[in-house]
C-alpha cells in the first residue's frame, strides 16, 4: 500500500536528516574566516597580535637584530600589517620561531611570522600563506679573489662550490637553476654561509637580492654580487606572511596585505628599505 503524498514526503525528509547525520565529517571544509573586526580579531592572545621570525634577522628585513623596532622592510610591512587589522604598534608582540621551524606542520606560536618566506605549493600543504608583500630574485655571491668572480653566465658557474641556508628556496634555486657540477653545500644561517665562503669552503653563496646587497656592502670585506638569477617562468617568486594552516586570519591578513599595495605603501617600504635591489647583472 502507498501511503498518502504527505506521509510520502515527511518519510522523504527524514530519510534526509538521517542520511546527513550518519555521514562522514567534511575533513576539507576550511574554517570559517574571521571578520575581520578592526583589533577584535581571533588572535593567539586577545587584543595583542603576536609576530614572528626568526633569529638571528638580518638587514634589509631587519636591522639590529631588532624586529620591534619598526626598522628593516619586514619589521616595518609587520607593523603596517598590524595597523591595517586595528593594533596599534602598542599591542603588537614579536616571537622567535627558527625558519624551518615556523614552516612545519603543527600549531604556531605565532599570528603571522615574516621571515622572507617563499611562498611555495610545497610549504602550502603544512601552512597558509597571505597575499605576496614583495617579488624577490636570487643572487650569487662571491668574494673578488674567487676564481668565478668574474663569470657572466650561469654555465660559468658549473664548476663552483656553491652553498645556501637549508630548507631556502636559494638552496632550491642552486639545485634548479644554476645546477652545479657537486652537491650544493647546505647551512644552518646565513652566517654560517658567509662564515664557510670567507674560509675558502665554498666559492660562492646563494642568497636573496636585498640580503646580497647588504652582506657584500657591510658584512663580507671583498664580497662581490657575480649576477642575480633570471625570473623564471610564470608567477615571480614571491614573500609572504605565514600563518597556521587554516587559520581564520589569513584572509584578514591578505586582505591588509593588499590594501597597503593599493595605497601605495607597500612600493614606499620597498624603495625605502630596499632601493639597492635591481642593480646587479642578471646570469643567463
Known amino acids: 500500500m502507498t501511503p498518502p503524498l504527505p506521509v510520502r514526503r515527511l518519510l522523504a525528509a527524514a530519510v534526509v536528516v ?13 574554517p570559517a574566516a574571521a571578520s575581520c573586526v578592526p583589533g577584535a580579531l581571533p588572535t593567539r592572545t586577545a587584543g595583542t597580535l603576536t609576530v614572528g621570525t626568526d633569529q638571528p634577522v638580518y638587514p634589509p628585513w631587519y636591522l639590529d637584530d631588532d624586529p620591534t623596532s619598526g626598522r628593516g622592510f619586514e619589521s616595518a610591512v609587520a607593523y603596517a600589517i598590524a595597523g591595517e587589522l586595528g593594533y596599534p604598534r602598542d599591542t603588537v608582540t614579536w616571537t622567535r620561531v627558527p625558519f624551518n621551524a615556523a614552516v612545519q606542520p603543527g600549531p604556531k606560536a605565532f599570528d603571522l611570522n615574516l621571515t622572507e618566506f ?25 668574494l673578488g679573489s674567487s676564481p668565478f668572480a668574474g663569470a657572466t653566465t650561469i654555465a660559468g658557474l658549473k664548476d663552483a662550490r656553491l652553498g645556501a641556508q ?15 657540477s657537486s652537491q650544493p653545500a647546505v647551512f644552518n644561517t646565513n652566517d654560517d654561509a658567509k662564515l664557510a665562503l670567507t674560509n675558502g669552503q665554498v666559492d660562492a653563496i646563494v642568497v636573496d637580492l636585498p640580503t646580497a646587497f647588504f652582506i657584500t656592502s657591510a658584512e663580507l670585506d671583498g664580497g662581490k654580487i657575480i649576477g642575480q638569477l633570471p625570473a ?8 609572504g606572511a605565514v600563518l597556521d594552516k587554516g587559520s581564520p586570519l589569513t584572509g584578514c591578513v591578505s586582505d591588509a596585505v593588499e590594501r ?14 630596499l632601493a639597492t635591489a635591481g642593480s646587479a647583472p642578471e646570469l643567463r
Open 260 to 273: 597597503l599595495r593599493a595605497a601605495g605603501t607597500l612600493a614606499a617600504l620597498e624603495q625605502q628599505w
Open 118 to 142: 617563499s611562498i611555495t605549493d610545497e610549504r602550502r600543504q603544512a601552512v597558509d600563506f597571505s597575499a605576496p608583500y614583495y617579488d624577490v630574485k636570487q643572487a650569487v655571491v662571491a
Open 18 to 30: 538521517l542520511a546527513a547525520a550518519c555521514a562522514p565529517a567534511d575533513t576539507n571544509t576550511p
Open 166 to 180: 637549508v630548507g631556502t628556496t636559494s638552496y632550491e634555486a642552486i639545485v634548479s637553476q644554476l645546477a652545479p
Open 232 to 239: 623564471g617562468i610564470g608567477t615571480p617568486e614571491q614573500f
